[in-house]
């Protein structure tokens, strides 16, 4: 859908359609949003909006959502779009009553499941890349897991990490984070990588983070189980 690439399962295809759908009026409240206020797409800093738009009407949910997730790390809102979108699209298959709901946005995760989930990371030309798993254990509440990354993509980004992945119970903040962690990784040593976490470590609901530089990971926060993949393509 334009530019949004997603996979999404559930426990039922009515649930599916559901997501569709809310996925279709997210980006429509967005796009009508960003032809209003055109400096919302470019900006690399921190948005401050009224609370009605020109129109006259309310700031859309995905809008404020992006809003107030990039501000916490002094970037600009687009940084969240992609979670924000993935977490809308969750939550409206939770409400309908799905107990089983997974939409990954390009690489953004949200999440609620009643069964263990794999979710995998790519990191570009790591050796790291296609081979690690987080174990996600069976949870009722919605889980953020976004990746961001200096290498691959084609997002804009400041830093040189091949993934910076975030957890934490929103992928909207998830995804901002993300965003600001990869764009700390600077390119000079790895020995580094441990100071970058202080970008994000501050702001409440961060439940843990990675970063893959190369063929170092490094940690920090509650981080599910890493496992191995086999995994060959």
Known sequence: MKETSVWI???????????????????????????????????????????????????PEVVQRMIEASSKFGIGPM???????AELAVEAMHDAGATHAVVDNGGDVALINDREVLVGIYAGNSPFSNRIALRIRPSSSLIGICTSSGT???SINFGYADAATVLSDSASLSDAAATAL????????????????????????????????????????????????????
Request: hydrophobic residues 35%; proline residues 5%.
């Open 79 to 85: 940084s969240a779009v992609a979670g924000t979108l």
């Open 152 to 154: 691959v993509g084609h």
């Open 9 to 59: 399962t559930a426990d039922d295809r009515e649930y599916i359609e559901i997501a569709k759908q809310q996925l279709k009026e997210q980006r429509k409240e967005l796009e009508r949003f960003i032809r209003w206020h055109p400096f919302f797409l470019v900006t690399l800093e921190p948005y401050h909006c009224h609370i009605e738009d020109r129109e006259g009407g309310k700031i």
């Open 182 to 233: 990869s764009n700390s990784v600077r390119g000079d040593t790895p020995h580094t990588l441990p100071e970058s976490f202080r970008t994000i470590s501050h702001v409440p609901g961060i439940k843990g983070a990675l970063i893959i530089y190369r063929d170092v990971l490094a940690k920090w926060g509650e981080i599910p189980q890493l496992i191995r993949l086999n995994y060959k393509g």
